[in-house]
């Protein structure tokens, strides 16, 4: 009985397989860009971890998540154990669905507005301050993520709109600066906290309150979690503490998300205000070293997924003998 990775990036699973082969964890992996799935047939046993990622079609794989939806479907049917379900990868795909339920969950989350059309945009963009944020309600990696200055830059935006997001809709959300100049990646295994790793976000870029650590082109590698080249960016503080802690966890736990990052930034009153959930998590490892406390991201998630395999095939055993 194995773990199934399920994912569309090798470099961000090698990690994973490390800390895998490490505790001698048994694992499988599941590459999904194109797929045949015989509906008639059952899955295998084991556990099935899914990291799709909302930005699965920057790496031409345009149609990864529809075919993880369907996959996550047949599991659940089989009754087989998933890690981060179809819930989760429905979130994953939707920012508008993320901060409605974050709000559902009494979690703070900067002012925003979805809308749908070039015309909508132009309409709610002119009710709006500058300046604002535009983010795509399915991006990933901070594709189409935009600090709006002006009307020359709405003017613009409304004239590619098409280009902006996958499903026609786009978020404008209020630009919140740092109050310490840093964001904070709140990681979650097996459903509760484990720590906190904040982003400097002094280094002079026009850091939003949106997908901050995963900004694309130059400022993407300063601040993905997986770019060991910048990991002076990253400081773990291992005994962080927010009030929100228990608020978040039932969130996850209602949305199907046992491995996840929620991110933060803190505001001029001290008010943490959550912006963005990813299932597809990663970890600094010179960050976690540094911090002397002997956490490691990678190995804990490792852990947990051998931990739930040996449930499983407890559970499935028992079934066969009775």
Sequence with gaps: MHIYIIHENDAWVEPLRRALLAIGAPFTEWFIDELQLDLSSAPPQGVFYNRMSASSHTRDHRYAVEATRGLMAWLTAHGRRVVNDRRAIGLEVSKVEQIIGLQAYGISVPHTVAVTGA??????????????????????????????????????????????????????????????????????????????????????????????????????????????????????????????RARCEAYLAASGMEVAAMEAVRDAEGVLRFYDVNINTNYNAAAERRSAAGLSGMGELARFLEVERLRVNVSWSNNRAS
Excluded at 224 to 236: D, I, M, R, T, W
């Design 119 to 244: 015309g909508a945009f132009v309409k709610a963009a002119a009710r709006w301050s500058f300046p604002f944020i535009v983010k795509p309600n399915r991006g990933g990696k901070g594709a189409g993520v935009e600090l709006v200055r002006n009307a020359d830059d709405v003017r613009r935006m409304a004239d590619s709109f098409d280009e902006l997001t996958l499903d026609g809709t786009v978020l404008l959300q209020e630009y919140i600066q740092p109050a310490d100049g840093r964001i904070t990646r709140h990681e979650f295994i097996g459903g509760r906290f484990y720590y906190a790793v904040h982003v400097d976000a002094s280094g002079g870029f026009e850091l939003c309150p949106a997908d901050s650590c995963q900004l694309p082109s130059e400022v993407g590698n300063a601040f993905c979690p997986a770019s060991q080249g910048n990991a002076h960016k990253f400081e773990v503080e291992p005994d962080y503490t927010f009030q929100e």
